[in-house]
């Protein structure tokens, strides 16, 4: 018996690893749909490797939703990050304090964002990444704003549905092969209105090397003044 709770105990611990976290929540033009759209992934573990298909939705990330989110094309929709799952007490910093590294959010065009893989391409909507004038982080916001980061949706873009990608890198240990720290969430949406708008995109994995400059990067150095977010630019529509 006492085995049995120990092993419980040392299970809970791995699935709630201090410091680490996930985007958990979304919210639509101000409007909280909590994690009815969002593929959570079963822990707050990171992904280390680029080369993985683990890299589009996290691990398990083709496990469907409960819903689909409807997003008008031109609104703002807000990604929320927390350390453990539900707890959206904003006391507690969204993810652990060393874990500095940008923000990126990209979508995919697919058929059917309940039952899409991630293998079709993605294009990028937002990226901050470092803004050394103020030795500030695209994740430090999330600290300072209880996990939130607003991203405007394309007001060109065709309607239909999309898998949203909203991820933070961790760097803290990218100065060593594989050390940094990718958590990443799919949020499943059905845009309205719009346009014709098809941006083109790049394939996950495929978009990050990791030998990057934004992947494979000491921020400790004192040569670290600027830092190179990966991917490809943000689409301007
Ligand atoms: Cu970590």
Redesign the pocket.
């Known amino acids: 018996m006492r085995t049995t709770i120990a092993g419980l105990a040392v299970f809970t611990l791995a699935a709630t ?1 201090a ?2 976290a996930t985007f958990q929540q979304l919210w639509v033009a101000g409007e909280d749909q909590g994690s009815t759209c969002a593929r959570l992934p079963a822990n707050n573990n ?1 992904v280390t490797s680029v080369s993985s298909s683990d890299i589009r939705c996290n691990v398990g990330g083709t496990k469907a939703a409960a819903s689909k989110c409807s997003v008008p094309a031109g609104s703002t929709v807000t990604v929320e990050m927390h350390q453990q799952p539900g707890d959206r007490d904003c006391s507690k910093e969204a993810i ?1 304090g060393n ?1 500095f590294g940008p923000v990126i959010v990209y979508l995919s065009k697919v058929g059917d964002a309940a039952s899409a893989d991630g293998s079709s391409s993605w294009f990028k909507i937002f990226e901050l990444g470092y803004d050394a004038a103020t030795k500030t982080w695209g994740n430090d916001l999330l600290n300072e704003g209880c996990g939130k980061q607003d991203i405007k949706i394309p007001s060109n873009i065709a309607p239909g549905d999309y898998l949203l990608r909203a991820e933070t890198i ?1 760097l ?1 240990t990218a100065s060593q092969s594989n050390g940094a ?1 990718f958590y990443m969430t799919c949020y499943q949406i059905t845009v309205t209105g719009g346009g014709s708008a098809n941006p083109s995109g790049v394939q996950f994995p495929g978009a990050y090397s990791s030998s990057d400059p934004g992947i494979k990067v000491d921020i400790w150095g004192n040569g670290f003044q600027e830092y190179k977010i990966p991917g490809p630019p943000v689409y301007s529509g």
């Open positions: 690893v410091g680490h990171p652990g874990h961790a803290h720290q």
